[in-house]
């Protein structure tokens, strides 16, 4: 026979369950004629810290009812309860943003879907038709459902690329004229502002997504002033102290680098623009500079492969002439200097030919080399920086360098080069910066130059005016 005390409490759990279910299904039927006063509104906050516990006991009584053929109805009763109370504030918490998005909108159905499958299986017990084969059926699809709504909750929580596999999406290469706005400030913001500003998650009423929400601003105003650096709310909360509340990024989250929060500064400082080009930006531009920086990988995940080098290889490559240091540490990225000796010899660059892979950076500025160290040069692959300015290098020797196709900066002024070193020039990939006076380029081929390759920062010298000024009265 039932305890009558036992038989009171479930009678009082079974009226609270379905007054629940009404309140919910209401509150999903009418959320557009709903408004909420604030206190009501704070209730639904509680949602995140509720949401695991209806989750664990849930799928605590599916395995019971498969390895034990049946589960308590007082544990079933406040899995039921639980995910009540959990959807409620759910729902109460997504009152919160103006439009809500897809994320929210599914996260916040599926869970609704797993309270009313859980209440569904909760009457089927309490009638005694646990045992039904259709029961089963309910409870795997309720272990689905929770695992979609778990999935979809991350995604509202954390940004759509949270449970994304590691490796699975690829960051898309800057072009070598890129925009401003779309190319280099939405990676600034896609890595740091829009997991919280999106449309499934509008913090402050602010969403970062495209241009024209950015533009929109938020509830504290204009996110961004175009031309007014000081009046832009985004750059006012980025040098907020991080223990400040209003701090951007919270203090929970990896906060902008120097670099980051420059490129955003110079970008409404020259007008906020969405189709700004970099080959539109004055040569002294400081956002030209970073721009270039962001492009460029990190160093040592770049040269992480290199093959090893011994200490004792280096010192038997070395002389007072020819200096080889590592990049950093226990690099096997080597910087490579070399000095005119009283006696030049070619054999100390030749000799390097057994660690061309690893020379990253060298510098032969002044030497007089020739055909056979050109020849050297070109099997160093991975070769970032190369001086070989003030030498007799000609437009037959720089047909050499085209399979340096990691090569970002090149000195080669005042040497013999012409026209006839454009083509090579204009071949590698990677070069950003090429230091070019007193050659034999003309100046119809420089403008050409910087025709094709507009990203490329070209150093040809004082404007001849200038020089022809200067030269008499300054050595």
């Known amino acids: 026979m039932s305890n009558p005390k036992i038989s009171k409490y479930y009678r009082w759990a079974d009226y609270l369950i379905f007054g629940l279910t009404v309140f919910l299904v209401f509150c999903l039927l009418f959320e557009s004629r709903i408004g909420l006063p604030a206190l009501v509104g704070w ?31 007082l544990l079933l009763a406040i899995a039921v309860l639980s995910a009540l109370v959990t959807a409620v504030t759910g729902f109460l918490l997504g009152m919160e943003p103006a439009d809500k998005g897809l994320l929210l909108t599914r996260h916040q159905w599926l869970g609704t879907g797993v309270t009313l499958l859980a209440v569904v299986w909760y009457v089927l017990e309490s009638q005694g038709l646990g045992r039904w084969k259709v029961i089963k059926v309910l409870q795997i699809l309720l272990v689905v459902m929770i695992g979609f709504a778990g999935h979809y909750g991350g995604m509202v929580t954390h940004g759509e690329e949270f449970l994304a596999l590691p490796g699975t999406k690829e960051r898309k290469k800057i072009p070598e004229n890129p925009l401003i706005y779309g190319d280099i400030v939405t990676r600034v913001l896609d890595n740091n502002c829009v997991s919280c500003h999106n449309p499934d998650k509008q913090k402050g009423e602010l969403v970062m997504a495209t241009y024209e929400d950015l533009m929109a601003g938020g509830k504290s105003g204009n996110t961004i002033v175009p031309g007014d650096v000081e009046k832009s709310e985004l750059i006012m909360r980025l040098h907020l102290p991080p223990t400040d509340e209003d701090h951007m990024p919270p203090e929970s989250k990896k906060p ?7 490129i955003l500064e110079r970008w409404i400082a020259l007008g906020a623009s969405d189709t700004l080009k970099l080959d539109q930006l004055p040569g002294n531009e400081p956002l030209a500079a970073l721009v270039n920086e962001m492009r460029t990988p990190d160093p040592m995940g770049q040269w992480a492969g290199l093959p090893f080098v011994a200490d004792s290889t280096l010192e038997n490559l070395g002389s007072d002439y020819l200096t080889i240091k590592r990049v950093a540490g226990s690099s096997n990225a080597l910087v490579i200097n070399m000095y005119m000796p009283p006696e030049y010899d070619p054999r100390l660059i030749l000799d390097l030919k057994r660690i061309a892979p690893n020379i990253v950076e060298l510098d032969l500025s002044g030497l007089p080399i020739g055909e056979k160290e050109m020849g050297l040069i070109a099997l160093c692959g991975n ?3 190369l001086e070989i300015d003030r030498t007799p290098v000609t437009d037959a020797d720089m047909g050499r360098l085209k399979g340096l196709s990691k090569l970002r900066l090149l000195k080669v002024y005042q040497t013999g080069i012409g026209d006839g070193s454009l083509q090579v020039l204009e071949s590698l990939p990677d070069l950003k910066k090429l230091y070019l006076w007193r050659t034999g380029v003309t100046e119809s081929g420089l403008e050409g130059l910087k025709a094709k390759r507009p990203a490329l920062l070209v150093d040809d010298g004082i404007e001849p005016k200038l020089q022809a000024f200067f030269e008499p009265k300054d050595s």
């Open 43 to 73: 209730l639904g906050r509680w949602h995140p810290l509720l949401l695991h516990f209806p989750i664990v006991l849930l799928l605590v009584a599916v395995f019971l009812s498969f390895t034990k053929g049946g589960v308590p109805r």
């Open 256 to 262: 902008l680098s120097d670099s980051e929060i420059q």
């Open 383 to 385: 070769l970032d920086r």
